[in-house]
């Protein structure tokens, strides 16, 4: 979801510190949340700030590049390997633990192929 303007951010705050009204009043104003007035006062009091926030990263990747180019290589040599075998061979050799969707999603983001050999 995009951040909501500056502009409305800047008129929701001054509308409650001009005394315009209560939180639920302003937000239905402005046709916010009341959790969003609350926000944006405590970020102005806190900061001085009405700016968006960065948004967080996300969970990091579970297998990184080493991890991926041992599943290329193990599907370049053995074409009809299974997802369950390469999850074997990621705990064997590199001691990870991941989710067989996990190697499949790696696997397509690499445009590897998950047909097998008929």
């Not at 409305?8 to 509308?15: D, S």
């Not at 990263?57 to 390997?81: F, M």
């Not at 067989?100 to 397509?108: D, G, P």
Request: hydrophobic letters at 40%; proline letters at 3%.
């Amino acid at each position: 979801m995009k951040a909501y303007s500056l502009d409305l951010r800047q008129r929701v705050v001054r509308a409650y510190e001009r005394g315009e009204g209560s939180i639920s009043e302003i937000a239905a104003r402005f046709g916010v949340g009341t959790a969003f007035v609350k926000k944006m006062l405590r970020q102005w009091r806190a900061t001085g700030d009405l700016a968006p926030l960065p948004r967080g990263g996300g969970k990091p990747a579970s297998l990184d590049s080493r991890h991926r180019r041992l599943l290329r290589r193990a599907v370049r040599e053995q074409s009809d390997i299974s997802l369950s075998e390469l999850q074997s061979l990621l705990g064997e050799q590199e001691s990870v633990q991941v989710h067989v969707s996990t190697i499949s999603r790696a696997l397509a983001a690499l445009g590897l192929p998950l047909k097998k050999r008929a």
